[in-house]
T-cell receptor
């Protein structure tokens, strides 16, 4: 089973910030939070990841709560091209038995 | 740098046949993972290969197998195809084992009739 819980769908107006929540209440101390997205008919695309601190790159920001039980992916200025399914996953960085388990993700609709 | 490539992109087979899918990882990447994606089950992990050895395996029957070559290219094989094997098969590569930052190919769309 996936170790994360996400809302099945969200809407966001074009140009506004899209805030996608993820619950990972059973996360272990050595597990990272990763975000991917999948645009229709394409392979998933890596967005960002983090362990404890907030992270930012050219695509998005990742805010992780202090207890690490939840996180939020922020797309600062959503465009129509950001319409996709967003997956939040947790995994250990290096572990023999570790697997990436994708949940159902959040289907983000950007509204013009 | 070229991305992950998968061939063929589309494939139609009939029940009972076997199929081989190919994946070429990003140059320098040594780990290749395979996933099956269906509307009902979502993205499911099949297996991971690193240094020509299977390192990790998901919960799929033995009809699903794979291998990795010395140049890190990988193939997966499905024997005795069933209707339920119709899916998008995705390959992802990463620099090393357990790297969460994986780069996915476009997938192979397999249809079993």
């Amino acid at each position: 089973d996936a170790k994360t819980t996400q809302p099945p769908s969200m809407d966001c107006a074009e140009g506004r910030a899209a805030n996608l929540p993820c619950n990972h209440s059973t996360i272990s101390g050595n597990e990272y939070v990763y975000w991917y997205r999948q645009i229709h008919s394409q392979g998933p695309q890596y967005i960002i990841h983090g362990l404890k601190n907030n992270e930012t790159n050219e695509m998005a920001s990742l805010i992780i709560t202090e207890d690490r039980k939840s996180s939020t992916l922020i797309l600062p200025h959503a465009t129509l091209r950001d319409t996709a399914v967003y997956y939040c996953i947790v995994r250990v960085g290096m572990n023999r038995d570790d697997k990436i388990i994708f949940g159902k993700g959040t289907r983000l609709h950007i509204l013009p | 740098k070229a991305g992950v490539t998968q061939t063929p992109r589309y494939l139609i087979k009939t029940r009972g046949q076997q199929v081989t899918l190919s994946c070429s990882p990003i140059s320098g990447h040594r780990s290749v993972s395979w996933y099956q994606q269906t509307p009902g089950q979502g993205l499911q992990f099949l297996f991971e290969y690193f240094s020509e050895t299977q390192r990790n395996k998901g919960n799929f029957p033995g009809r699903f197998s794979g291998r990795q070559f010395s140049n890190s290219r990988s193939e997966m094989n499905v024997s005795t195809l069933e209707l339920g094997d119709s899916a998008l098969y995705l390959c992802a590569s990463s620099l090393g084992r357990g790297q969460g930052e994986q780069f996915f190919g476009p997938g192979t769309r397999l249809t079993v009739l």
